[in-house]
C-alpha cells in the first residue's frame, strides 16, 4: 500500500510538471503553474525595438535630477551625487520644502502640451513596434486613476489619466503596451520628506511629509490624505496593501500588455506574485494563452528579465529587454550637459544591433519636457534614426539570433555597463548576425567606414561548412563579390553605400 501511494504520487507530480510545460493552464492555475507555463509571446520576440515615456511630475522641474521628489528634501545626498543641487534649486524657484512640498509641485505639473495620440503616432514612425509609460515612480504618484490613490494624474495637477490615454492611442495602432512600476521603494525613498533643515531660518521646521489629513482643510489638497503619498509614515504592512491595492486596479482595469518592475524580484514577495498571477489569469481568458509579460532586474520564473543600460556578452537563451534613454537623465534636466544627450544614432545603432543578436529586445526612453513636448535635439536624433530602421527593417523586426552573434566588438555585461556616444566607436572589424525565422538568411551588420573595403565574416570559414547562394547588400539589393576561405567568408563592398555606419549585408543561405 506504502508502494502504491509512492507511485501515485510521482504520477500525479509528473501530471503536473508536464501540465504546466505543455500549457495546460486555466484562470485558476496558481503563480508557480503559470510561472512554470511562462514563456516569452511572439509578439515580444518579433518586436526588437520599442519607445518609453518615461515621464511624471519630476520632469516638470528643469533641473534637479531624476531623483528629484527625494532629493528636493535632502541637504546632504551622499553617494546621489546627480541630486547635489536639487533642494537649492528647489527652494529658489518654488519655496522651502515646508512651504511648497512635491505634493504641491505634484499639482503645479499640468502636462499642457500632452496628447498621447500624438505621442504614440511620432514613436510609431519612429520605428516602434511596442511602447512603454510610466504608472508610477519611487515618488509614489500614480499617473492612472484609482479610487485606493488620490494623488494622481487624474485628481492633481494635469487631471488626465494618463496611462489610460497612452494605453487607448496604443491600442488604435495595435502596440502592445508596457506599463513601468517604480513605487515599491517609496516607502523607503521618500523618508526625508518628513525631515527638516537642521540649520537657517527654517531649522526645526518639519517638511510637508509630515503633515496629516487634518492639515489640508482649505487649501487645495483638502481631503487628501499626504501619508498616501509620502508613505513612510504607513507601516510597511500599511503600504503593502495599498501598493498592491493599485497595482490590481492597473492590471483589471487598465489590462497592460506587459509590467516593468523596477526592482530585482517582483515586490512584496507572495503577495506580489498573487497579484502579478491575476495578470496571466487575465490573459488566459481573453488570449486562450499567456500572451503578457512582467519583467524584473534578476531572473525569476514567470518573468523577463530587463537589463538596465546594460548589455550581454554572450546570445542568452531566453529573451530579454534591455532598457536605457537618449537623454542624459531618465527624466529631461536641463543641468545635465550640453546638449543633454547620453546616445546619438551612430551608439543607438550599435546597441540594438548587438542587443537583438543576442535574443534581446531594446527599449528607448525619450526624455521629453514637463508639459509633454519633445526637445529638438531628441527628434532630431530620432528622425535619422528611424530611417536606418526603416531602411533594415528585414534585418531587424521578426528576427532570431543566428547561431552565432558576430565578431569582436567591446560590449556591456549586465547592468550599467552599456556603451553610449562617449565609447570608442566599431570598427569594420565589427560584426553583428541576425537570422530569418526560417533560418534561410542570415543579416550581418557592418559598422565603421566599409565603403570600398573588403570585409572578413569569420564565422562563415571553410571548417564551418555553411552553404551560401548569394550575397548581396540589403538596401538596393546589390550582389557582392565573395569567397570562403579558412579565415572566413571575403566580402567585397561597393564604393557607394546607403549610410556612414550601420550597412547590412544579407546572406542566403542553400
Known sequence: MKKLGIILLLTLNVTFFNSCLSGDISQDSSWSELAQAWEAPEWFRDAKFGIWLHWGPQSHPQKGGGWYARHMYMDRVGRETWGAKTKEFHTQTYGHPSVFGYKDLCNDWK???FDADQMVGQFQDWGAKYVAVIGNHHD????FYSKEQPWNSVNVGPKKDIVGDFTAAARKRGLPVQV???AARAHSWMSPSTGSDRSGEFKGVKYDGALNIEDGVGTWWEGMDPHLLYANRLSYFQFRSHFLARLEVLIKEYKPDMIYFDDGLIPMGSAGKRVCAELYRQNIDENGKIQSIISVKIPQKGTMIDLEKGGTPVIRQEPFQ?????ADDWFYKEDRGEDNLRHDVRSLKELLADTISKNGTLMLNIAVYGDGSIPEK?????????????ANDKAIYGTRPWIS???YGPTGRGHFSERTRESEPWDNSVIRYTASKDGKTVYAFTFGDVAGEELCLEDFNSKANIGVAGVQMLVGGESLEWKITSEGMKVKIPISVE???GNVIQITLK
Not at 509614489?140 to 499617473?143: A, C, I, M, W
Not at 531628441?378 to 526603416?390: F, G, I, N, S
Request: cysteine-free.
Open 180 to 182: 513601468s512600476i517604480h
Open 140 to 143: 509614489n504618484f500614480d499617473l
Open 499 to 501: 549610410f556612414p555606419q
Open 378 to 390: 531628441q527628434k532630431v536624433v530620432m528622425d535619422e534614426y528611424a530611417k536606418w530602421l526603416a
Open 405 to 407: 552573434f558576430g565578431q
Open 111 to 113: 502636462a499642457e502640451k
Open 322 to 326: 534591455l532598457d536605457t534613454t537618449l
